[in-house]
């Protein structure tokens, strides 16, 4: 297996890796409020949450940037509970230009704190690498594409939700925004740094 390949699929596994559920849990969250023909509104969310993600990752694996583990692991879920209390308290059917383009300043600000939680083994895994452009490129791309296919698995169940089960969509939401808020309480309360 080569060295790009190797870090591509760390970077898929990453996202979808269950154990880290707070970045799934973040992108359902991130995805509540769209339909599935909005779909390249929500693909630049999610590219702008990874370019958040890719430059923190990068800056705080060369040493550039250090913030302690303990603030981030606990700034983690509280992204997820803002972005959550924002979809429950959003009223409108379709998410309008003005706000899609705070979400995508939000998704990326967001990116930019989910990116130093996974630095400190990223860093460690490098130490071993000649070179860290090549496996932190792929790293990046792997993530990107870890998060379309959980984009499209969410999206696909929200169709089906909604269109097949006849559930309302304010609903739907206000039943995915509500769990997110609850889970990312419960973690900001056992990852509370202070």
Same mark, same amino acid.
């Given at each position: %297996?080569?060295? !790009?390949?190797?870090?591509?699929?760390?970077?898929?596994?990453?996202?979808?890796? =269950?154990?880290?559920?707070?970045?799934?849990?973040?992108?359902?969250?991130?995805? +509540?409020?769209?339909? !599935?023909?909005?779909? $390249?509104?929500?693909?630049?969310?999610? #590219?702008?949450?990874?370019?958040?993600?890719? #430059?923190?990752?990068? &800056?705080?694996?060369?040493?550039?940037?250090? =913030?302690?583990?303990? &603030?981030?692991?606990?700034?983690?879920?509280? #992204?997820?509970?803002? #972005?959550?209390?924002?979809? @429950?308290?959003? $009223?409108?059917?379709?998410?309008?230009?003005?706000?899609? %383009?705070? $979400?995508?300043? @939000?998704?990326?600000?967001?990116?930019?704190?989910?990116?130093?939680?996974?630095?400190?083994?990223?860093?460690?895994?490098?130490?071993?690498?000649?070179? =860290?452009? $090549?496996? &932190?490129? @792929?790293?990046?791309?792997?993530?990107? &594409?870890?998060?379309?296919?959980?984009?499209?698995?969410?999206?696909?169940?929200?169709?089906?939700?909604?269109?097949?089960?006849? @559930?309302?969509?304010?609903?739907?939401?206000?039943?995915?925004?509500? +769990?997110?808020?609850?889970? +990312?309480?419960?973690? %900001?309360?056992?990852?509370?740094?202070?």
């Amino acid at each position: %297996m080569s060295v !790009f390949q190797l870090y591509l699929e760390l970077g898929i596994d990453h996202i979808m890796d =269950i154990r880290g559920y707070d970045h799934i849990l973040f992108i359902l969250t991130l995805c +509540a409020v769209y339909y !599935f023909r909005e779909w $390249k509104r929500v693909l630049i969310l999610i #590219t702008a949450f990874t370019i958040g993600h890719s #430059t923190t990752l990068v &800056l705080a694996t060369l040493n550039i940037v250090k =913030i302690s583990t303990g &603030l981030i692991e606990f700034l983690i879920p509280l #992204t997820i509970f803002i #972005t959550a209390f924002f979809n @429950a308290i959003y $009223k409108y059917e379709r998410v309008g230009k003005r706000l899609h %383009m705070m $979400k995508y300043a @939000a998704a990326l600000f967001f990116g930019l704190i989910h990116g130093l939680g996974f630095s400190n083994y990223l860093r460690n895994l490098l130490g071993n690498e000649s070179g =860290i452009v $090549k496996p &932190l490129l @792929a790293f990046n791309i792997g993530i990107e &594409l870890g998060q379309i296919i959980v984009v499209l698995v969410i999206m696909a169940l929200t169709w089906l939700v909604v269109n097949v089960m006849h @559930a309302r969509r304010r609903e739907w939401n206000l039943l995915i925004s509500g +769990a997110g808020m609850g889970i +990312a309480l419960v973690l %900001m309360i056992e990852r509370f740094p202070w």
